[in-house]
Structures are given as C-alpha cells and as structure tokens.
C-alpha cells in the first residue's frame, strides 16, 4: 500500500467549478439565444453575468488543475513533497523527545518528521474541517502505516488554542496553515505554537508570511531575538529554495518563507 496524502487543491473543486463553467456557459447561451427574440435590458445583462460567471469559473477551475498538478505527490513537479521534505530537514527532535505538527492534513509532514528522527515521536493534530474535506485523522493513520512509522501520533485540535500546557514539545513544525485562519492576527497564531515550545527546542513554520498577512515579520524576528531565542532565521522559499518565483506567482504563494530556530 502505497501512502495517499491527497492534494491541496482537492480534485472536487476543480471538477465542481469546471462543471459550474459549463452550465452557467449552457443557460447564458440559452437565455442569449433561445429566449424571447426581443431584445431587452434584462435579457442582455443577464447573458453578459452569466457568461462572466462561466468564465470566471472556468478560468478558476483551469488555475486548480495547473496548481494541483504541481503539488501532485504523483506529478512531475512534486511541489507539495519538497516543501515538506524541505521543512521537515530543520526539525530535530532528541531521542525520546515529542514534536507536534500544527495543522497537519493528510500527516505528509508529520510523518516526514517522524522519519528523520525515528528515536522520538511526532503528534498532528488538525481541525479536518470541511475546506480539506479529503484529510481526516483516518487517512493520517493509513498514511503512517503505509510508510511503516510507528512513532506517529494524529488528533483533533486547533491551532488558534492548543490544547497544551507552555513547553510541552521539543519541536515544533507548521506548513501552510495559519494563512488559512481568517481574522486572526498570524503573529500571534506563531506565538500559541511556540508558547507550547520547550526552551532549546527548534521549530520550522512553513506560510505564506507576505505583510499584508503577517505583518512585519523582521521586527517579529529581532522580538524573539530579544526575548532570548538562541537562533531566529527567516527563509524566503520563492527564490527556488522550493520554488521559483514565478511559481511563486502562479500558485499566488508569493511571500512564503520558513520561520526556522531554536527557542
Ligand atoms: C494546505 S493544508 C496543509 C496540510 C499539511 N500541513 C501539509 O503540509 O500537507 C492546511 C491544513 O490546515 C488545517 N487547518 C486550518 N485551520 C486550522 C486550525 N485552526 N487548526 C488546525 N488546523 C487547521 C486544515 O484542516 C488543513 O489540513
């Protein structure tokens, strides 16, 4: 059994807003042309808005099969596996010592982690809510079976309060995730992760850290710096580290960066 760790643009949105495409495409032209002959102001703006919707759809379902293909696990890019292989490489945990995944979908980098550091255990916790519809805590398990780690663990949480006293975790790692969280002020989503850091413990956050989502992450920077953080790196990954710019651009994954350390 070979591991499934699914895409971040589900297979469904693609079809579902290739479908809706085409039927918005369908009813403009019948209410274009089947309708009454008559032309009327009401009969011409609606064709005009439902044949903007239908290219709307379409151009938006044609981006998540390109987007999809370049994460794909089973494509030639394989976007999806460097980003993670490429975090997991900053995460060490000591023997013996528990790391946690935040937000950690299909278990893709979990389980990445667990592998790198087979003498300590890796906890994901997710909210598997209905956005990624395909992951659940289920495929997680099927995942750490099928690439035969057993120092894995999967349950429920959230990532704007986790459900852990201060310094639990001697690693602590997150790959775009906290831009998913809507309304909520992103440095302080990176403070809950690593309130539950031990001191001397290394983290890698993986987001997509532009200002207008993360605020001004060099100043985020020196305050840890400050507060007595042994090391604080922030890693632009669109100068092909994980990929290029213009992918950057294309996958509207402009600002993403790794936040690597030790606390
Ligand atoms: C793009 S996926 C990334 C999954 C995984 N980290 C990876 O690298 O494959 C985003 C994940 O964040 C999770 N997520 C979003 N908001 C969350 C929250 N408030 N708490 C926990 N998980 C959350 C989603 O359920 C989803 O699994």
Redesign the pocket.
């Known amino acids: 059994m070979k591991a499934n760790?699914k895409n971040?643009v589900p297979k469904g949105m693609t079809v579902g807003f290739g479908v809706a495409s085409a039927l918005l495409a369908a009813t403009a032209v019948g209410v274009g042309i089947l309708g009454t002959t008559e032309k009327s102001v009401i009969k011409t703006t609606a064709t005009a808005v439902l044949g903007i919707g239908a290219v709307g759809c379409g151009a938006f379902s044609a981006w998540c099969a390109y987007a999809g293909n370049k994460f794909s696990y089973d494509g030639k890019r394989k976007l999806?596996k460097q980003i993670?292989e490429g975090t997991a490489e900053y995460v060490s945990i000591p023997d013996g010592g528990i790391g946690l995944d935040?937000?950690?979908?299909?278990g893709?980098?979990t389980i990445a982690c667990a592998k790198r550091n087979p003498k300590a255990t890796m906890i994901g916790?997710?909210?598997?809510?209905k956005?990624?519809a395909s992951?659940s805590k289920k495929l997680c398990e099927e995942n750490a079976i099928a690439e035969k780690v057993t120092n894995t663990r999967f349950q429920n949480?959230?990532?704007?309060q986790l459900d852990f006293p201060d310094e639990t975790f001697d690693a602590v790692t997150?790959?775009?995730?906290y831009h998913?969280?809507i309304g909520k002020n992103k440095q302080e989503l990176l403070r809950e992760t690593l309130r539950v850091l031990k001191k001397g413990g290394t983290f890698a956050i993986h987001d997509i850290m532009s200002k207008s989502r993360y605020g001004d992450m060099q100043k985020f920077v020196s305050e840890l710096k400050a507060e007595g953080y042994e090391e604080v790196k922030l890693i632009d990954t669109t100068n092909g580290k994980f990929m290029s710019r213009k992918e950057a651009k294309t996958m509207f994954l402009d600002g993403s960066a790794l936040l690597v350390g030790r606390k």
């Open positions: 760790y971040w999806s993670v935040v937000g950690c979908g299909s893709a980098l916790i997710d909210r598997w809510g956005e990624y992951f949480g959230n990532a704007i997150s790959n775009y995730v998913n969280i």
